[in-house]
Protein backbone atom coordinates (compact mmCIF):
# COMPACT_ATOMS: atom_id res chain seq x y z
CA UNK A 1 0.00 0.00 0.00
CA UNK A 2 1.25 3.59 -0.69
CA UNK A 3 0.61 5.01 2.63
CA UNK A 4 2.44 1.93 4.48
CA UNK A 5 5.09 2.99 1.87
CA UNK A 6 5.11 6.54 3.18
CA UNK A 7 5.20 5.44 7.34
CA UNK A 8 8.20 2.72 6.26
CA UNK A 9 9.86 5.97 4.71
CA UNK A 10 9.42 7.94 7.69
CA UNK A 11 10.96 5.58 10.07
CA UNK A 12 7.72 4.02 11.83
CA UNK A 13 6.49 1.44 10.01
CA UNK A 14 6.81 -0.97 12.61
CA UNK A 15 4.03 0.79 14.74
CA UNK A 16 1.88 0.55 11.62
CA UNK A 17 -0.42 -2.04 11.15
CA UNK A 18 -2.17 -2.03 7.67
CA UNK A 19 -5.29 -3.48 8.62
CA UNK A 20 -5.81 -0.73 11.29
CA UNK A 21 -4.31 1.64 8.08
CA UNK A 22 -6.23 0.26 5.84
CA UNK A 23 -9.37 1.02 8.14
CA UNK A 24 -8.74 4.72 8.78
CA UNK A 25 -7.84 4.70 4.87
CA UNK A 26 -11.44 3.66 4.14
CA UNK A 27 -12.82 6.55 6.55
CA UNK A 28 -10.23 9.49 4.66
CA UNK A 29 -11.72 8.37 1.53
CA UNK A 30 -15.15 7.98 1.87
CA UNK A 31 -16.24 10.26 4.91
CA UNK A 32 -13.89 12.90 5.04
CA UNK A 33 -15.57 15.20 7.69
CA UNK A 34 -15.47 11.88 10.62
CA UNK A 35 -12.24 11.07 9.63
CA UNK A 36 -10.61 14.49 10.45
CA UNK A 37 -12.92 14.58 13.74
CA UNK A 38 -11.20 10.84 14.71
CA UNK A 39 -7.59 12.96 13.82
CA UNK A 40 -8.71 15.64 15.87
CA UNK A 41 -9.72 13.67 18.99
CA UNK A 42 -6.83 11.53 18.58
CA UNK A 43 -4.57 14.44 18.06
CA UNK A 44 -5.76 15.82 21.41
CA UNK A 45 -5.24 12.50 23.46
CA UNK A 46 -2.12 11.91 25.38
CA UNK A 47 -1.65 8.31 24.17
CA UNK A 48 -3.69 9.37 20.51
CA UNK A 49 -6.91 6.98 21.73
CA UNK A 50 -10.04 8.09 21.06
CA UNK A 51 -12.46 7.06 23.37
CA UNK A 52 -15.61 8.01 21.96
CA UNK A 53 -14.69 5.65 19.12
CA UNK A 54 -13.94 2.97 21.37
CA UNK A 55 -17.39 3.52 23.64
CA UNK A 56 -18.81 3.48 20.14
CA UNK A 57 -17.48 -0.10 18.42
CA UNK A 58 -18.50 -1.34 21.53
CA UNK A 59 -22.21 0.53 21.15
CA UNK A 60 -22.52 -1.08 17.71
CA UNK A 61 -21.48 -4.48 18.23
CA UNK A 62 -23.18 -4.97 21.05
CA UNK A 63 -26.08 -7.63 21.02
CA UNK A 64 -29.49 -6.10 20.55
CA UNK A 65 -31.26 -6.06 23.73
CA UNK A 66 -34.67 -8.30 23.94
CA UNK A 67 -37.75 -6.75 23.77
CA UNK A 68 -39.98 -6.02 26.64
CA UNK A 69 -43.30 -7.39 25.07
CA UNK A 70 -41.36 -10.80 24.15
CA UNK A 71 -43.72 -13.73 25.28
CA UNK A 72 -42.45 -15.96 27.92
CA UNK A 73 -43.07 -19.52 26.91
CA UNK A 74 -44.04 -20.72 30.05
CA UNK A 75 -48.22 -21.19 31.18
CA UNK A 76 -50.05 -18.29 32.55
CA UNK A 77 -49.49 -17.50 35.94
CA UNK A 78 -46.34 -19.11 36.15
CA UNK A 79 -43.99 -17.00 34.34
CA UNK A 80 -41.69 -15.12 36.82
CA UNK A 81 -41.16 -11.19 36.51
CA UNK A 82 -38.45 -10.59 33.84
CA UNK A 83 -35.07 -8.99 34.87
CA UNK A 84 -35.59 -5.40 33.68
CA UNK A 85 -32.32 -5.09 31.19
CA UNK A 86 -29.38 -3.06 32.38
CA UNK A 87 -29.59 -0.29 30.15
CA UNK A 88 -25.96 0.47 28.28
CA UNK A 89 -24.13 3.36 29.30
CA UNK A 90 -24.93 7.04 27.48
CA UNK A 91 -22.66 8.19 24.39
CA UNK A 92 -20.36 11.06 24.10
CA UNK A 93 -21.48 13.02 21.91
CA UNK A 94 -19.06 12.73 19.15
CA UNK A 95 -20.63 9.02 19.47
CA UNK A 96 -24.01 10.30 19.76
CA UNK A 97 -24.16 11.90 16.20
CA UNK A 98 -22.28 8.89 14.75
CA UNK A 99 -25.00 6.43 15.37
CA UNK A 100 -27.48 8.02 13.67
CA UNK A 101 -25.02 7.53 10.40
CA UNK A 102 -25.56 4.10 8.68
CA UNK A 103 -22.15 4.39 6.96
CA UNK A 104 -20.26 5.08 10.61
CA UNK A 105 -21.83 2.13 12.26
CA UNK A 106 -20.95 -0.51 9.50
CA UNK A 107 -17.57 0.80 9.49
CA UNK A 108 -17.14 0.76 13.08
CA UNK A 109 -18.40 -3.19 12.76
CA UNK A 110 -14.98 -3.34 10.36
CA UNK A 111 -12.10 -5.41 12.30
CA UNK A 112 -10.01 -4.81 13.78
CA UNK A 113 -10.90 -2.77 16.75
CA UNK A 114 -9.37 0.67 17.61
CA UNK A 115 -10.51 1.18 20.67
CA UNK A 116 -6.61 0.86 22.16
CA UNK A 117 -5.06 1.70 19.14
CA UNK A 118 -2.45 4.77 19.18
CA UNK A 119 -3.86 6.70 15.94
CA UNK A 120 -1.02 9.49 15.76
CA UNK A 121 1.03 7.32 13.41
CA UNK A 122 -2.03 6.35 11.25
CA UNK A 123 -3.53 9.99 10.98
CA UNK A 124 0.69 11.49 10.20
CA UNK A 125 0.73 8.57 7.32
CA UNK A 126 -2.95 9.50 5.57
CA UNK A 127 -2.46 12.73 5.56
CA UNK A 128 1.45 13.23 4.68
CA UNK A 129 0.81 14.18 0.70
CA UNK A 130 4.65 14.09 0.18
CA UNK A 131 3.92 10.24 -0.27
CA UNK A 132 6.29 7.42 -1.21
CA UNK A 133 5.36 5.52 -4.59
CA UNK A 134 6.55 2.11 -4.32
CA UNK A 135 9.55 2.88 -1.81
CA UNK A 136 10.20 6.52 -4.18
CA UNK A 137 9.72 9.86 -2.96
CA UNK A 138 7.41 11.58 -5.69
CA UNK A 139 5.41 14.82 -6.39
CA UNK A 140 1.33 14.06 -4.31
CA UNK A 141 0.24 14.78 -7.59
CA UNK A 142 1.44 11.39 -8.58
CA UNK A 143 -0.25 9.89 -5.93
CA UNK A 144 -4.03 10.94 -7.28
CA UNK A 145 -2.85 9.74 -10.64
CA UNK A 146 -1.61 6.57 -8.97
CA UNK A 147 -4.88 6.34 -7.51
CA UNK A 148 -7.16 6.51 -10.63
CA UNK A 149 -4.78 4.34 -12.40
CA UNK A 150 -5.92 1.45 -10.03
CA UNK A 151 -9.35 1.95 -10.76
CA UNK A 152 -11.94 -0.20 -13.49
CA UNK A 153 -10.84 0.65 -16.55
CA UNK A 154 -13.03 3.45 -17.78
CA UNK A 155 -11.45 5.60 -15.00
CA UNK A 156 -7.90 4.29 -16.35
CA UNK A 157 -8.06 5.18 -19.64
CA UNK A 158 -9.30 8.47 -18.18
CA UNK A 159 -5.72 9.53 -17.35
CA UNK A 160 -4.09 8.39 -20.28
CA UNK A 161 -3.77 12.21 -21.00
CA UNK A 162 -1.72 12.49 -17.98
CA UNK A 163 0.23 9.80 -18.30
CA UNK A 164 1.75 10.65 -21.50
CA UNK A 165 2.62 13.83 -19.73
CA UNK A 166 5.06 12.48 -17.62
CA UNK A 167 8.72 12.86 -17.74
CA UNK A 168 12.15 11.87 -16.76
CA UNK A 169 11.79 8.80 -13.79
CA UNK A 170 7.85 9.78 -13.11
CA UNK A 171 6.52 7.01 -15.43
CA UNK A 172 8.84 4.75 -14.05
CA UNK A 173 7.79 5.66 -10.35
CA UNK A 174 3.88 5.20 -11.38
CA UNK A 175 4.73 1.68 -12.51
CA UNK A 176 6.25 0.64 -9.76
CA UNK A 177 3.69 2.17 -7.48
CA UNK A 178 0.82 0.34 -9.52
CA UNK A 179 2.68 -2.99 -9.63
CA UNK A 180 3.73 -3.51 -5.85
CA UNK A 181 0.29 -2.82 -4.79
CA UNK A 182 -1.00 -5.29 -7.32
CA UNK A 183 1.75 -7.90 -5.84
CA UNK A 184 0.84 -7.10 -2.46
CA UNK A 185 -3.25 -7.60 -2.80
CA UNK A 186 -2.35 -11.05 -4.05
CA UNK A 187 -5.50 -12.16 -5.42
CA UNK A 188 -5.13 -13.21 -9.24
CA UNK A 189 -7.87 -15.17 -9.84
CA UNK A 190 -9.81 -12.28 -11.59
CA UNK A 191 -8.37 -9.20 -12.90
CA UNK A 192 -6.52 -6.96 -10.09
CA UNK A 193 -7.05 -3.60 -9.49
CA UNK A 194 -4.64 -1.41 -11.49
CA UNK A 195 -3.61 -4.05 -14.31
CA UNK A 196 -5.08 -1.45 -16.89
CA UNK A 197 -3.34 0.85 -15.32
CA UNK A 198 -0.13 -0.38 -15.81
CA UNK A 199 -1.19 -0.98 -19.64
CA UNK A 200 -1.95 2.86 -19.68
CA UNK A 201 1.62 3.51 -18.54
CA UNK A 202 3.06 0.91 -21.07
CA UNK A 203 1.45 2.33 -24.03
CA UNK A 204 2.24 5.81 -23.30
CA UNK A 205 6.10 4.67 -22.45
CA UNK A 206 6.86 1.69 -24.53
CA UNK A 207 10.18 1.78 -22.44
CA UNK A 208 8.81 0.11 -20.16
CA UNK A 209 7.53 -2.61 -21.86
CA UNK A 210 10.91 -5.02 -19.84
CA UNK A 211 9.80 -3.74 -17.18
CA UNK A 212 5.82 -5.22 -17.57
CA UNK A 213 7.58 -7.97 -18.79
CA UNK A 214 9.66 -8.44 -15.61
CA UNK A 215 6.09 -8.29 -13.55
CA UNK A 216 4.45 -10.72 -15.37
CA UNK A 217 7.45 -13.02 -14.15
CA UNK A 218 6.75 -11.86 -10.66
CA UNK A 219 3.16 -13.43 -10.81
CA UNK A 220 2.24 -16.51 -8.95
CA UNK A 221 0.90 -18.76 -12.17
CA UNK A 222 -0.36 -21.48 -9.52
CA UNK A 223 -2.97 -18.48 -8.49
CA UNK A 224 -3.46 -16.36 -12.38
CA UNK A 225 -6.59 -16.57 -14.25
CA UNK A 226 -7.50 -16.02 -17.18
CA UNK A 227 -7.05 -12.71 -17.71
CA UNK A 228 -3.52 -12.99 -17.76
CA UNK A 229 -3.13 -14.21 -21.04
CA UNK A 230 -5.74 -11.79 -22.57
CA UNK A 231 -4.99 -8.37 -20.99
CA UNK A 232 -1.58 -7.05 -22.36
CA UNK A 233 -2.40 -7.22 -26.30
CA UNK A 234 -2.20 -3.46 -26.62
CA UNK A 235 1.19 -2.85 -24.16
CA UNK A 236 3.70 -4.58 -26.67
CA UNK A 237 4.34 -2.89 -29.32
CA UNK A 238 8.07 -3.84 -29.90
CA UNK A 239 8.41 -6.86 -31.33
CA UNK A 240 11.40 -8.70 -28.91
CA UNK A 241 8.96 -7.90 -26.44
CA UNK A 242 5.92 -9.59 -27.98
CA UNK A 243 8.52 -12.34 -28.87
CA UNK A 244 9.47 -12.81 -25.17
CA UNK A 245 5.26 -12.82 -24.10
CA UNK A 246 4.77 -15.34 -26.34
CA UNK A 247 7.24 -17.40 -24.64
CA UNK A 248 5.97 -16.64 -21.33
CA UNK A 249 2.51 -17.42 -22.52
CA UNK A 250 4.25 -20.69 -24.23
CA UNK A 251 5.00 -21.82 -20.88
CA UNK A 252 1.81 -21.13 -18.90
CA UNK A 253 0.12 -23.16 -21.62
CA UNK A 254 2.71 -26.19 -21.06
CA UNK A 255 2.29 -25.93 -17.14
CA UNK A 256 -0.21 -28.36 -15.54
CA UNK A 257 -0.92 -26.78 -11.47
CA UNK A 258 -3.13 -24.21 -13.31
CA UNK A 259 -5.97 -25.60 -15.56
CA UNK A 260 -7.63 -22.37 -15.80
CA UNK A 261 -4.83 -20.51 -17.23
CA UNK A 262 -3.65 -23.22 -19.10
CA UNK A 263 -6.29 -23.36 -21.34
CA UNK A 264 -7.16 -19.86 -21.57
CA UNK A 265 -3.17 -20.24 -22.91
CA UNK A 266 -3.48 -22.84 -25.73
CA UNK A 267 -7.21 -20.91 -26.45
CA UNK A 268 -5.03 -17.68 -27.15
CA UNK A 269 -2.44 -19.72 -29.36
CA UNK A 270 -4.86 -21.27 -31.13
CA UNK A 271 -6.62 -18.20 -32.29
CA UNK A 272 -3.58 -16.69 -33.43
CA UNK A 273 -2.85 -19.64 -35.08
CA UNK A 274 -5.85 -19.77 -37.19
Sequence with gaps: MLRHAIAEERGFGGDVQRPVLA???LAERFYPDFYEQIARLAAADPDGKVEALGRFEEHVRA????????EDPR???KAAKKPAAAKPPALPSEAEEWAKNDWIKGWAAIDPLLKD???RPYVFVTRDKRGALGGLVAASHLEGLVERLMGPRMLARGAAAEVAK???PEPEEVFDAIRSRILQEDNFTKLPDGVQGLVVVVEAHPGLQRRLLEFLRELPVAK???WAVSSWGTAFTDA???GE???IAAGWAEQSENAVLQAASKGVAKLKRT
Design 117 to 119: VDL
Design 245 to 247: FAQ
Design 166 to 168: LTG
Design 23 to 25: KIM
Design 63 to 70: PALPDDDD
Design 224 to 226: LGA
Design 75 to 77: PAG
Design 240 to 242: TAR
